[in-house]
């Protein structure tokens, strides 16, 4: 109970924040952008999505007579809600919970909505494109609509597999089933539309200045440190090492930037020490100080 306190606390203070509401916005957006591609693309054109959504729309095909497809989808998250009650912090919950609303009201909003694009290609592609971009921009910022994410780091979290293969067992059951259901041609399309979309939500998830993550060796770290990465305003942390061949002491600088951070790094690192060797790699998730904290990623915040 006094746990529930403090994550109803966290959440009531979060909505006195505009970094919280600038989220909700960005949220009712890409609901709103995702909805319309539901109802303008994938059901005129038989494609299936990803996740609980495209689980929905196979479900959908035997019962649109019933039961509109906004209220199929809310009565397909109340178990995993349910589940995720036990895993994450409040904050989160009810914030998908809130996003789950903003989700269905969007598509009752879009419901008979027309997008004219009959080439099932470019429907596709820009369907997977306008979807793919507004769902990875408030995932970004911490914004979530309950769905197959939740169980999916709930699965994480326990058995350690990865996210991304549920989700790929999930659309293998959805492209498999709009195949069957109406044609290969059909589900290739959903293919094609799944793929757009994931790539376009990462791009839209991490932005085009993908994050990375540098290793600095130089026999000036605190120059190197100072003229470089203190311009680019930037933390660092140091490593040290022992060189393989020289059999030397070293302390490796170690800092996580954008792409469009790199350039200027590789500039200021050859003007200090242009001796330095520079190792880059893409870095995926970063959870820390300047970008997503853990409680956006949905864990319960620790109290001392």
């Given at each position: 109970?006094?746990?529930?306190?403090?994550?109803?606390?966290?959440?009531?203070?979060?909505?006195?924040?505009?970094?919280?509401?600038?989220?909700?916005?960005?949220?009712?957006l890409?609901?709103?952008?995702?909805?319309?591609?539901?109802?303008?693309?994938?059901?005129?054109?038989?494609?299936?999505?990803?996740?609980?959504?495209g689980?929905?729309?196979?479900?959908?095909?035997?019962?649109?007579?019933?039961?509109?497809?906004?209220?199929?989808?809310?009565?397909?998250?109340?178990?995993?809600?349910?589940?995720?009650?036990?895993?994450?912090?409040?904050?989160?919950?009810?914030?998908?919970?809130?996003?789950?609303?903003?989700?269905?009201?969007?598509?009752?909003?879009t419901?008979?909505?027309?997008?004219?694009?009959?080439?099932?290609?470019?429907?596709a592609?820009?369907?997977?494109?306008?979807?793919g971009f507004?769902?990875?921009?408030?995932?970004?910022?911490?914004?979530?609509?309950?769905?197959?994410?939740?169980?999916?780091?709930?699965?994480?979290?326990?058995?350690?597999?990865?996210?991304?293969?549920?989700?790929?067992?999930v659309?293998?059951?959805?492209?498999?089933?709009?195949?069957?259901?109406?044609?290969?041609?059909?589900?290739?399309?959903?293919?094609?539309?799944?793929?757009?979309?994931?790539?376009?939500?990462?791009?839209?998830?991490?932005?085009?200045?993908?994050?990375?993550?540098?290793?600095?060796?130089?026999?000036?770290?605190?120059?190197?440190?100072?003229?470089?990465?203190?311009?680019?305003?930037?933390?660092?942390?140091?490593?040290?090492?022992?060189?393989?061949?020289?059999?030397?002491?070293?302390?490796?600088?170690?800092?996580?930037?954008?792409?469009?951070?790199?350039?200027r790094?590789?500039?200021?690192?050859?003007?200090?020490?242009?001796d330095?060797?520079?190792?880059?790699?893409?870095?995926?998730?970063?959870?820390?100080?300047?970008?997503?904290?853990w409680?956006?990623?949905?864990?319960r915040?620790?109290?001392?």
């Open positions: 109970m006094n746990q529930l306190k403090v994550d109803f606390k966290e959440f009531v203070q979060a909505l006195f924040t505009w970094k919280y509401w600038r989220m909700l916005l960005v949220l009712a890409g609901c709103l952008a995702f909805s319309s591609v539901v109802n303008g693309i994938l059901l005129p054109h038989h494609f299936f999505a990803g996740g609980l959504t689980l929905g729309l196979l479900f959908y095909e035997s019962i649109k007579e019933y039961i509109p497809f906004s209220l199929l989808y809310v009565l397909m998250n109340i178990p995993i809600f349910i589940i995720g009650f036990r895993e994450f912090s409040l904050k989160f919950i009810l914030t998908s919970l809130i996003g789950m609303g903003l989700y269905t009201i969007s598509l009752e909003l419901d008979g909505l027309e997008i004219a694009i009959n080439d099932p290609m470019l429907a592609i820009f369907g997977g494109v306008l979807a507004s769902t990875g921009i408030y995932l970004s910022l911490g914004g979530s609509v309950g769905g197959l994410d939740i169980i999916g780091t709930v699965i994480k979290k326990r058995f350690a597999i990865p996210i991304g293969t549920v989700f790929n067992m659309n293998f059951v959805v492209i498999s089933s709009n195949a069957y259901l109406y044609d290969l041609e059909t589900a290739l399309f959903t293919g094609v539309f799944m793929y757009v979309f994931t790539w376009s939500m990462q791009k839209g998830q991490i932005g085009f200045s993908q994050r990375k993550s540098v290793f600095i060796i130089s026999s000036k770290p605190e120059e190197v440190a100072e003229n470089v990465l203190k311009k680019l305003d930037r933390g660092f942390t140091y490593l040290h090492a022992s060189g393989g061949y020289a059999k030397e002491e070293k302390r490796v600088i170690y800092t996580v930037i954008n792409l469009l951070e790199l350039g790094l590789k500039e200021y690192l050859f003007e200090t020490d242009p330095a060797f520079i190792s880059v790699q893409d870095t995926g998730d970063v959870i820390g100080k300047r970008f997503l904290t409680e956006d990623e949905g864990f915040k620790r109290t001392k």
